[in-house]
């Protein structure tokens, strides 16, 4: 069961007053440092807290993904390079798209909070603890701050920013990861006083995405969300970013054509830009595909099941014990990236489908709530919806409200919803009683265990369009495949083998029994 944190009675985020100590710039360096280090000994323990979060913390990967498709490094070489002992991260002369490729990341963590108490902050913290360690880094430690609003030049509070560069020199840091979205000026503020790499939350998941997007067009759409944040948010370093190339390298024609040229940082841009375009392109393309692929599913009468919920709830999990498909599973973070569509069967035989998609978080960065139309998609147009919830989660009620909240951004989304408690074995009693009465349909299952699969079956089945065309009638044996459609998307009443064919008497849905009435047997 996943680590219970109580707020600690001595240190409150009320305050702007800092949770590690804070420079306050003031020159009274004896009240100050006695204040610092009663604020390091309560800061401290809170991220004690956070950082010891029991089975939430995220400590081996097992997927081996597919061969690497073009510049893309499959999962096991991503990891390879993260860790490269020795290797300088000082800023000096090189660009913003060059300095994201350095794959250290022994990182510290920086929490801002306007709102909520203690433990909010503390779950906030944790997941993003989580979402680095899913990344492949080391989280060494971090600061926590309440202030009314993030400081519009660093984010922090300029006290709480120099205590943030204090503790990354401390710990040998080479990565400062933001619990929210910075804003260009404040990513660079930041950088300029803590002097190494600086990302925020959004930056983090869309690197999560890249190292799990497995298909073409998944890779496609997590390149195209991460050019989109990167592109207003170029920074370079050093001299050369002021370099102007002239001549055939800015386009120009030689002699008397060259212009003042473009520097290193206008390349880049104009480089991002056309690499945009032509994924926007791409992802067109393979749109057709999809489309055609759930269009004959629905050709053939066949009801769909998306499983959504918040990342790591279990779904794929989930969807092996319900259909035994050999989904990947792992404790990471966004293990399922790329929808996963699997055939089961109701227990009173009619055949529907299981579409596994990608989990949600909160603050899901609107370039990926874009780009991931293919998964929204495959939600829409289900025909029944299980949200999967971690009952043995923290704050099951935040994850709900932050998968609803993305759910609501889908035009026209209207489709059932059958709430699963999941990791039954894992929550208090009291806890699955509690979550239960606030959602009316519902039901507590353990994918691992196997509790309450059996009822979750029978729900679905109660759940899923019933054929309602009652048809009898004599089927030529020509049209074997007719009858096969009525054991699989009907309910097959009797079956009699004739000399003309098979008298079928059942109950399907209308497209079907038009297409039965037509090949009868006159």
Known sequence: ????????????????????????????????????????????????????????????????????????????????????DGLSTELDDVTEVEYRELRLENVVLAGLFTTGNVTDAENSMRELAALAETAGSTVLDGVMQRRAHPDPATFLGKGKALELADLVAEVGADTVIADGQLGPSQRRALEDIVKVKVIDRTALILDIFAQHAKSREGKAQVELAQLEYLLPRLRGWGESMSRQAGGRVAGGAGIGSRGPGETKIELDRRRIRTRMAKLRREIKEMAPSRAAKRADRYRRDVPAVAIAGYTNAGKSSLLNRLTRAGVLVENALFATLDPTVRRAQTPDGREFTFADTVGFVRHLPHELVEAFRSTLEEVADADLLLHVVDAGHPDPEGQIQAVREVLSDIEDFDVPELVVFNKADLAAPETLARLRSQVQDSVAVSAITGEGIEELREMIAERLPQPTEEVDLVVPYTRGDLVSRVHTTGEMISEEFEENGTHVHARVDGRLAAELDEARVR
Do not use: N
Not at 50 to 57: F, H, I, M, Q, W
């Open 1 to 84: 069961m996943p680590t219970s944190f109580t707020p600690d009675p001595e240190f409150s985020l009320d305050s702007d007053a800092p949770a590690r100590g804070e420079h306050d710039g003031t020159g009274q360096a004896g009240a100050a440092d006695g204040a610092a280090d009663t604020a390091r000994g309560r800061g401290s323990s809170l991220m004690d807290r956070v950082l010891s979060r029991g089975d939430a913390s995220i400590s081996a990967f097992t997927y081996s993904s597919s061969d690497s498709d073009g510049d893309q490094f499959d999962l096991a070489d991503r990891h390879a390079l993260r860790r490269v």
